[in-house]
């Protein structure tokens, strides 16, 4: 269910394996969350704008779909990440000597690292925060981790769990006792792959392939209920308005939480995802002729700390990061507005995202005068949030599929919420399925 990255990847493997597929999708179009658009020949990604490629089976992915030829990789500049800091932006230490020398960041606080190899491993779940304060202390968490968390969960740091929504850095405390300990240990080994990109034509173009690829994706069409039938199952869907039974063999479940428990109802009395909360984002995007904005725009973009209490999450410089976004002569400037901590940008006014957005942006960037060009995009459930007890969801959603084989949980509901953690588990579980 689903034809969002989650449901075409595993869709692709499964398909190439030789196992028969059927991709339903309520939407007209493939990649759900991926949403690349176009106004005023600006490009702009109204949900993700990079994947990071950390894995070998995203490799795998772009290898065997054909679209390795077509990568995009963002533009060296990206490595450059601002922090806002008492009204200036700041760029963020890349290593161990610019952590030394930067400014945003106390003596108290650069010693206190000498300290963090020696603090024992927690008792029980922690918050980010609760972790963050533990071993790094607060600047760590105001100007470094809480804008992280912003950026990648548009979240909570006093809610997110340490070990469900930062798991390899929670492992690093698990393994290793420290986290600068780990680090070293993790330098010393196999080095992590890496590197942001997109394509040419926006991110669009790696559903749209997969979609084409896999082939027999319906669009329009509702899954309704998953029913057990003997070993298998019977799904029913509402296509185009008629209602359609056909049976699986097996169901892979994409989509958002009330989604998903919404076609298990006969199958799990008990919802499994019930209260699973969400962050709203809305994505405003801003084109400038470049002399408006005195800023060089240098960079990934920056990030706003949590405690400025600010609506904006933080921005990114666009048109910097990959070639063909903006016209020439323009730049494309992203914004981000919402998150877990400010729920109420769901009753604003569809016209007040651009200014809200300006309010913060104009002093920051030095822009002078109006945009050319705007286009807000809210998502009331953007992402998932890990919160405080997300294992819960995850045992009971193990539950039921230990309870009927064949049903599986994909997708950004528990194992990882980036495009890249999507891909990954969804591949992992294709060939899971078709070694079995
Ligand atoms: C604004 C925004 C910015 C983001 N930025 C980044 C980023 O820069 N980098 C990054 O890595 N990640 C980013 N993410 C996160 C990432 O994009 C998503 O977590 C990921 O794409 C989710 O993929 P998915 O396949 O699990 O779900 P989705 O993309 O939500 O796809 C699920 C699909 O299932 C369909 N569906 C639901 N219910 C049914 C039903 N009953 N019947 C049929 N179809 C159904 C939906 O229509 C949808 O198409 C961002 C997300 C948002 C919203």
């Not at 202390?137 to 909570?156: C, K």
Request: aromatic share 8%; charged share 20%.
């Amino acid at each position: 269910m689903g034809a969002g990255i989650a449901g075409l990847t595993a869709g692709f493997f499964l398909s190439r394996g030789g196992a028969p597929v059927r991709v339903l999708e309520r939407d007209r179009r493939p990649g759900g969350a991926i949403l690349t658009e176009h106004k005023d020949s600006y490009l702009v990604e109204s949900g993700p704008n990079t994947v990071l490629a950390n894995s070998v089976q995203v490799d795998e992915l772009l290898a065997a779909s054909g679209l390795a030829a077509r990568r995009l990789d963002a533009l060296k500049i990206n490595k450059k990440r601002y922090i806002l800091k008492d009204g200036r932006l700041f760029p963020l230490p890349a290593g161990p000597l610019q952590f030394m020398t930067t400014p945003i960041f106390s003596a108290r606080t650069k010693l206190g690292l000498l300290r963090e190899p020696f603090i024992g491993r927690a008792t029980g779940e922690e918050t980010i925060a609760q972790f963050v304060l533990r071993r790094l202390g607060p600047e760590m968490l105001e100007y470094a981790v809480g804008p992280f968390v912003s950026g990648v969960y548009a979240g909570d740091p006093d809610k997110l769990s340490v070990r469900w929504a930062v798991r390899k850095i929670h492992a690093l405390e698990v393994k290793h006792g420290s986290l600068i300990r780990g680090a070293i240990a993790k330098r010393k080994g196999p080095q992590p792959r890496g590197g942001l990109f997109s394509f040419p034509e926006g991110l669009d173009a790696l559903p749209k392939e997969l979609a084409r690829a896999v082939g027999s994706v319906t669009y329009g069409a509702s899954v309704e209920k998953v029913e057990r039938d003997g070993d298998g199952f019977n799904v029913t869907a509402s296509i185009d308005g008629r209602t359609e039974t056909f049976p699986a063999g097996r169901v892979l479940l994409t989509g958002n939480a009330r989604d998903v428990d919404a076609v298990l109802a006969p199958l799990a009395p008990e919802p499994v995802l019930k209260g699973m909360p969400y962050a709203p984002v809305a994505i405003v995007a801003l084109g400038f002729d470049r002399k408006a904005v005195a800023h060089p725009l240098d960079g990934f973009g920056f990030l706003i700390p949590q405690t400025l209490n600010a609506p904006l999450l933080g921005c990114l410089f666009t048109s910097s990061l990959f070639p063909g976004r903006a016209p020439e002569g323009k730049a494309l400037i992203t914004a981000f507005l919402g998150g877990a901590r400010h729920p109420e940008i769901l009753g604003w006014d569809p016209s007040v995202f651009p200014d809200r957005a300006l309010e913060i942006l104009r002093p920051v960037l030095g822009i002078a005068g109006e945009p050319e060009m705007t286009l807000t995009r809210v998502w009331p459930e953007a992402i998932p949030q890990y919160n405080l007890g997300h294992g819960a969801f995850v045992e009971r959603a193990a539950a039921l599929e230990a309870r009927h084989p064949g049903l599986h949980f994909s997708g950004n509901l528990l194992h990882g919420v980036s495009v890249a953690d999507c891909v990954t588990n969804a591949a992992l579980l294709a060939r899971k399925i078709l070694q079995s």
